[in-house]
């Protein structure tokens, strides 16, 4: 499911459109942390693409954690 760039960055490799997958891997994720409400963008709250320590890059995103 993580993939290391060649910057070193874990990157979600399925890309933007997983939610389930994305809401799967933050149930169980230590680190989760909800963002703030205008960047949320799952109806899930407890979803990585909701967290705060991730960064959109064009295909996917980045976990900071």
Known sequence: MW????KGEKV????KEAWQEAVAV??????FSLD???ELVSEEER???NCRYR???PESF???K
């Open 47 to 49: 979803s990585c693409y």
């Open 3 to 6: 993939k290391i760039n060649d």
């Open 55 to 57: 960064r959109w890059i």
């Open 12 to 15: 979600f490799s399925l890309g």
């Open 36 to 38: 703030d409400d205008d």
């Open 26 to 31: 933050a149930s169980v994720c230590t680190y």
């Open 62 to 64: 980045v976990c900071l």
